[in-house]
């Protein structure tokens, strides 16, 4: 069964849009994934086909209305015939999208995305539907859109059969708690500059622990907060209790 990937927005027209090239665009054509877009004005009910209105309490921009973004969730869930995906709204306010998170829904039957416009979402839809609300950094965009992109391109990578060799995604960055060693290839000289010995030398012990030791100082001088938890993670395990111990 293929990765399904349902896209509520008022954009349908966005997708997949750069998900139809390179390895995504070739896993669509494979039928290793479905997309969906599904037009939010559709389940507008007055003439106009209104879809946003005015902040209750006054202030700047529109508010999606609850009523309309409702029906179009449920119209999706009644198409779905009761299949059970997780329904994921792209907004600054959700939870930080994580690689953990990414290889779950990967590993699942596929996703509901709901993309926010304006001022965002109608606060009851939220108290109403049951929504994961997701954000992809601490930054706002014109729309859930491009988060939607984003999201699913994370997802798609991973499925089987998309990147080729199943281990391709084993040693990247965050897949471990750490920022991925740095790469090199030919030549072996530029600028000056050279490809580390240890690299060349055809020892993989050795180039085993120059990737793991890279990976841990890049991580901690560049992203102190990944290093934190990761040493956290370590210091929580059974065997990283006993090193301490031991130290």
Request: proline content about 6%; some cysteine.
């Amino acid at each position: 069964m293929s990765f399904a990937a349902t896209i509520l927005t008022l954009y349908p027209e966005m997708f997949p849009g750069p998900l139809g090239i390179s390895l995504a665009g070739r896993a669509l054509n494979e039928g290793r994934w479905r997309c969906d877009p599904v037009q939010i004005r559709d389940y507008a009910t007055d003439r106009h086909r209104s879809v946003d209105d005015t902040p209750a309490g006054g202030g700047a921009g529109m508010v999606l209305r609850a009523d309309v973004v409702a029906a179009a969730i449920d119209a999706v869930a009644v198409r779905s015939g009761g299949e059970a995906r997780p329904l994921l709204a792209m907004t600054p306010r959700g939870r930080p999208l994580t690689q953990q998170r990414v290889r779950a829904l990967a590993q699942g039957p596929g996703v509901v995305i709901l993309c926010g416009r304006f001022e965002g979402f109608d606060e009851r839809l939220f108290e109403g539907r049951a929504i994961e609300e997701v954000s992809i950094g601490d930054y706002v965009l014109s729309g859930g859109e491009m988060g939607a992109l984003v999201l699913l391109d994370a997802c798609i990578r991973l499925l089987p059969g998309v990147m080729g060799a199943p281990s391709s995604g084993d040693e990247e960055s965050f897949e471990s708690g750490l920022l991925e060693y740095p790469h090199y290839t030919r030549p072996a000289e530029w600028e000056g500059r050279t490809i580390p010995e240890v690299l060349r030398s055809g020892d993989h012990a050795r180039i085993a622990a120059w990737r793991k030791a890279r990976a841990e100082t890049d991580t901690r001088l560049r992203r102190p907060d990944l290093w934190e938890r990761h040493e956290g993670a370590r210091v929580g395990s059974p065997s990283g209790a006993q090193r301490m111990k031991d130290e």
